[in-house]
């Protein structure tokens, strides 16, 4: 069994800064590719930024410049350091990771996700 869990999530004021953090926990070999998502009420999940096992990132246009995604292999962990944040980025956040188990099965799995409020 493979577990992801999202912590750092909470209420900002606009302009504030905010760093989330993804554990994942359980039969890895490896972790691939890592990423954030994002959903706002009445909207579609949306991703954030991923990045990939050799450090590789990408971001959505709407954050890029504000938000820096990173990974430590060592503790597999990554995180989403966001800054100037707006109220448009207020939603609930969920980590997504592409993962190899021992038995060398490779599956999709989300953790729980997290609310991020940006509001003064």
């Known amino acids: 069994q493979v577990q992801l869990v999202e912590s750092g999530g909470g209420l900002v004021q606009p302009g504030g800064s905010l760093r989330l953090s993804c554990a994942a926990s359980?039969?890895?070999?490896?972790?691939?590719?890592m990423a954030w998502y994002r959903q706002a009420p009445g909207k579609q999940r949306e991703l954030v930024a991923s990045?990939?096992?050799?450090?590789?990132?990408n971001y959505a246009d709407s954050v890029k410049g504000r938000f820096t995604i990173s990974r430590d292999n060592a503790k597999n962990t990554m995180y989403l350091q966001m800054n100037s944040l707006k109220p448009e980025d207020t939603a609930v956040y969920y980590c997504n990771a592409i993962i190899s188990d021992w038995g060398r099965r490779i599956g999709g799995y989300w953790g729980q996700g997290i609310q991020v409020t940006v509001s003064s």
């Open positions: 359980g039969s890895i070999f490896r972790i691939n590719t």
């Open positions: 990045i990939g096992s050799g450090g590789s990132t």
